[in-house]
């Protein structure tokens, strides 16, 4: 930003010396043409008046101002050449003096074009040199964020790795809590059934004992009541009633 409002300062400087000089030669320009007219002005009111009095002396003695009539015109004709001669040189003068000028401003142009060439490449330059320590800081900084991302990374990666692991870990101690607490629900569920069973089987074994002593009982009334056919009526009762007291008495 120095570098710049240096430049600016200096150019400003050569634009307003630039100015100041074109407006030195506009107003020599200027004076010169105002003397030319002047002198245009002066030879032509000279003229206007060297004609009035040639005039009147015409008018007063024709004869008597012939020569000097004569004599006037080659004063004016040496007048005159003295004058274009004056002139002349003058304006050599202010060609010259043109010439100068434009030579200086040439050579102040070049040297302006030349200290801003110069002034240019050296902006260019240090422009460059700080574009270039700030593409390495940036790259400095990239690798330093890509470090930092891949350290960060691989934090996250053992964090997930250590939380899957956990989360493995808990989920086989779950999975074998619930195998352990399956397996209980099953043995007690089979000790329940098998003592259902067994239950089962042991009233099964009764009815069947039941069965088998109401059969017996069966066979052996069928084998008195056989016993007794050939027997009187009478003699069927008290045995009845012999075996009624019996199973009373069991």
């Given at each position: 930003m120095e570098l710049l409002s240096e430049m600016r300062t200096l150019t400003q400087d050569l634009l307003d010396n630039f100015a100041a000089r074109m407006e030195y030669v506009a107003d020599l320009r200027s004076n010169v043409r105002q003397e030319l007219s002047d002198i245009h002005t002066d030879h032509q009111e000279m003229a206007?008046?060297?004609?009035?009095?040639?005039?009147?002396?015409?008018?007063?003695?024709?004869?008597?101002?012939?020569?000097?009539?004569?004599?006037?015109k080659n004063a004016r004709q040496s007048m005159s050449a003295e004058q274009e001669k004056r002139l002349l040189q003058q304006r050599n003068k202010l060609l010259e003096q043109v010439s100068e000028l434009r030579?200086?401003?040439?050579?102040?142009?070049?040297?302006?074009?030349?200290?801003?060439?110069?002034?240019?490449?050296?902006?260019?330059?240090?422009?460059?040199a700080s574009t270039q320590a700030l593409l390495k800081d940036l790259d400095a900084l990239h690798v330093s964020m890509a470090t930092a991302q891949d350290q960060q990374l691989n934090k996250q990666r053992e964090d997930l790795r250590e939380q899957v692991k956990e989360m493995r870990h808990e989920f086989d101690a779950a999975h074998q809590e619930m195998a352990d607490?399956?397996?209980?629900?099953?043995?007690?569920?089979?000790?329940?059934?098998?003592?259902?069973?067994?239950?089962q089987q042991q009233a099964t074994q009764a009815d069947i004992s039941a069965a088998r002593q109401q059969w017996r009982d069966l066979n052996e009334l069928k084998s008195q009541v056989l016993g007794l056919e050939g027997q009187p009526k009478s003699e069927w009762l008290s045995a009845d009633d012999e075996e009624t007291k019996e199973e009373e008495a069991e």
């Open positions: 206007t008046k060297q004609n009035e009095n040639l005039n009147h002396l015409v008018e007063e003695n024709r004869e008597a101002t012939s020569s000097q009539i004569r004599d006037l030579k200086q401003l040439n050579a102040d142009h070049q040297k302006l074009a030349a200290d801003q060439s110069q002034m240019l490449n050296e902006f260019k330059e240090n422009l460059t607490r399956l397996r209980k629900q099953l043995a007690a569920g089979y000790a329940d059934m098998k003592n259902e069973v067994q239950a």
